[in-house]
C-alpha cells in the first residue's frame, strides 16, 4: 500500500512510520509542517530510503493535500495535531485550526480522490474524565478542554464523512502514549529530563490523577493491525491497561535515575483537569487479537534508558522554541519569575 502518514515527524508518527518501514513493504510518504513538535531527526535515519519520502506542509493546505492524493494514495493515516492539553489552555485556537479544520481539509479532499482507508488518530480524552469503571467505544463524548474537544470534533466529522459520502473512515482513540521521541513537555519525558538535570518536577494538584498508559511500539502494532484489517466505520479503543498515578509514575522515575523525591514540586492545578481516564480494549482484542506486548514497568525502564542514552536529543529539543515555552508559561507553572 501507499500510505499518507501526517505528522509523521512528531512522536507517534515517527515511531510508526519506523514500524511500517522496518515490518512491512508499504510505501509511506510523510505529511508534516514541522510545528515545534516536528522534528526531522526523528526519522533520519530513514533518508534516502526508497519507500519513504518527506514533504512539508500543512494539511489545511487544500491544495497540496489534492496534489498527493491524486497521485494516488491507499491510505491515510491522520497523526499530525496539536496535542498537549497544558498549550491548548493557553491557545485554542491553533487546535481548532490542525486538529479539526486540518482533519476537514483531508477528509474533503478523498471526497475528491478517494482512498481505501481514512484511519483518524484520536485520544481516550475525548471521553473526559471516567471516574470509575472503564470507557468503551459507545460512551457519550464528554471532552473537557479544547485539546480534546477538537479531537471529539474532529471524530464526529470523520463519521459524518462516512456516513453521508460513505469514506472508509476508521477512528482509533489511544490512551496516553509514553516512549522513545517523546517530546519533553508530556508528563513522562519531562519528568526524566529534569530529573538528569536536577530539576524540579512540577505535579499537578495532588498528583493523584490517572492514566492509562501504553508504550508507543505497542500502539503502533495496534494501529497498523487497525490499518490492514480493522473495519471501516468503527472505532477501536487502544489502551495499556496499565493505570497508574501521576505520583506512582513520578516515583518510579526519581527511583531509577536515584533521585531524591524532593525533587517533587506540587503545583496549581491544570484548570478543567481530568482526574482519570480508563479504556476498554476489549474490541480490539476480541475482534484483531491485539495486546500489547510490554509491562508499564518494563517500558518506563526502557524509555528512562532511551533518554539518559539520547540526550543530545532532547538538549537540543529543550533548548529550541521550547525555551520560549519554558520561559514564559513552564517558569510561571512553577511559581519561579521570569528571567
Ligand atoms: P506530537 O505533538 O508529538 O506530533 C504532532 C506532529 O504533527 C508534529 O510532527 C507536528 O509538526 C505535526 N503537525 C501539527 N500540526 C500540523 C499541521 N497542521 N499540518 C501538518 N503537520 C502538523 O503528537 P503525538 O504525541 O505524536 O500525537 C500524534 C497524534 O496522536 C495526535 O493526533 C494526538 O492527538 C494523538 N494522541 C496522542 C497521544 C499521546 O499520548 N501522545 C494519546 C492519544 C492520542
Ligand atoms: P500530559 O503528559 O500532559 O498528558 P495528558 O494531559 O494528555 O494526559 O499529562 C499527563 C498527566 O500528568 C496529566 O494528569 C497532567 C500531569 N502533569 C503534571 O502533573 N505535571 C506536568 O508538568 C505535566 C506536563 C503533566
Avoid at 81 to 99: M, T, W, Y
Avoid at 206 to 215: A, E, H, K, M, P
Avoid at 259 to 281: M, N, V
Amino acid at each position: 500500500m501507499k500510505i499518507l502518514v501526517t505528522g509523521g515527524c512528531g512522536f507517534i508518527g515517527s515511531n510508526f512510520i519506523r514500524l511500517i518501514l522496518n515490518e512491512t513493504s508499504h510505501q509511506v510518504i510523510n505529511l508534516d509542517s514541522l510545528t515545534y513538535a516536528g522534528n526531522l531527526e526523528n526519522l533520519k535515519e530513514l533518508e534516502g530510503n526508497p519507500h519513504y519520502q518527506f514533504l512539508k506542509g500543512d494539511i489545511r493546505d487544500q491544495k497540496l493535500a489534492e496534489k498527493i492524493l491524486s497521485a494516488g494514495i491507499d491510505a491515510i493515516i491522520n497523526f499530525a495535531a496539536e496535542s498537549h492539553v497544558d498549550r491548548s489552555i493557553l491557545d485554542p485556537q491553533s487546535f481548532l485550526q490542525s486538529n479539526y479544520f486540518g482533519c476537514a481539509n483531508l477528509l474533503e479532499s478523498c471526497r475528491k480522490f478517494p482512498v481505501k482507508i481514512f484511519l483518524q488518530i484520536s485520544t481516550d480524552e475525548v471521553y473526559g474524565p471516567f471516574p470509575k469503571g472503564l470507557a468503551d467505544e459507545g460512551c457519550r463524548l464528554n471532552p473537557s478542554s479544547p485539546y480534546s474537544a477538537s479531537k471529539a470534533g474532529a471524530d464526529l466529522l470523520c463519521f459524518s464523512y462516512h456516513k453521508t459520502f460513505g469514506l472508509p473512515v476508521t477512528i482509533a482513540r489511544l490512551s496516553n502514549n509514553y516512549g522513545p521521541y517523546q517530546f519533553p513537555e508530556k508528563l513522562i519525558p519531562l519528568f526524566i529530563t529534569n530529573a538528569l538535570e536536577d530539576q524540579p518536577l512540577p505535579l499537578y494538584g495532588d498528583g493523584l490523577q490517572v492514566r492509562d498508559w501504553i508504550f508507543v511500539e505497542d500502539a503502533c502494532q495496534a494501529l497498523l493491525l487497525i490499518l490492514e484489517e480493522g473495519r471501516a466505520g468503527e472505532i477501536y479503543n487502544v489502551g495499556g491497561g496499565n493505570q497508574r498515578t501521576n505520583l506512582e509514575v513520578t516515583r518510579i522515575i526519581l527511583q531509577e535515575l536515584k533521585r531524591s523525591k524532593r525533587l517533587i514540586k506540587y503545583i496549581q492545578d491544570r484548570p478543567g483537569h481530568d482526574r482519570r481516564y480508563a479504556l476498554d480494549s476489549n474490541k480490539i482484542k476480541k475482534e484483531l487479537g491485539f495486546a500489547p506486548a510490554l509491562k508499564f514497568e518494563d517500558g518506563l525502564l526502557l524509555t528512562v534508558k532511551w533518554y539518559q542514552d539520547h540526550k543530545k536529543w532532547w538538549q537540543k529539543v529543550k533548548s529550541g522554541e521550547y525555551r520560549l515555552y519554558y520561559e514564559g508559561f513552564y517558569r510561571q507553572k512553577l511559581g519561579l519569575k521570569k528571567k
